[in-house]
């Protein structure tokens, strides 16, 4: 199916376009994004064992390498992002709420170092002076501190943020 999909529609999906989570699932969250609706999931971490239900206000549908659901995790009292296809079962539930104006799709306030379950690590760097004036002019996260050569963000996925980190080139 998915390579019949590719073939029809050649050019109109990323090369990384793929079929991780059953069409109901991604039907549910689509329902839920658009009807403003919060969603109960059995939800998977990658680490866990068993699964576990979790009640989620469904924000947005990014793409970070793969499909992600971000939204206000309401066991966790935070925002979290969620694979779908690691959501084993689904409940769309009546209740209604409102996306914070700070976390609508045109206000990017999620990053691909933001991906990840563990709380925000903020890593210090010490930068040249050329890329501090570039850190000023285009900051890289909504965290980003910048001091002089000082450069430090609040991230999750500090592993992520390593990779970019080793391409500068003075970090």
């Known amino acids: 199916r998915e390579r019949r999909t590719k073939a029809e ?6 090369s990384q376009f793929g079929w991780s989570a059953s069409a109901e699932v991604m039907t549910a969250i689509g329902t839920a994004l658009v009807d403003k609706r919060q969603l109960r999931i059995l939800y998977r971490n990658r680490d866990a064992a068993q699964a576990s239900w979790r009640v989620v206000e469904s924000w947005q549908m990014f793409f970070q390498g793969g499909w992600y659901l971000r939204g206000w995790d309401a066991e966790k009292k935070a925002v979290r992002s969620f694979p779908p296809d690691r959501i084993e079962k689904f409940e769309l539930l009546t209740t209604k709420f409102e996306v914070p104006p700070s976390e609508r799709a045109a206000d990017p306030h999620f990053h691909k170092w933001d991906i990840g379950d563990q709380e925000p690590t903020r890593v210090h760097c010490q930068v040249d002076e050329a890329l501090s004036r570039w850190l000023a002019e285009n900051p ?19 592993d992520a943020l390593m990779s970019w980190i080793l391409g500068l080139s003075y970090c």
Do not use: C, I, K, Y
């Open 9 to 14: 529609m050649n050019g109109l999906l990323s």
């Open 140 to 158: 890289v996260h909504p965290s980003q501190q910048l001091d002089g050569t000082e450069f430090s963000v609040a991230v999750r996925d500090v």
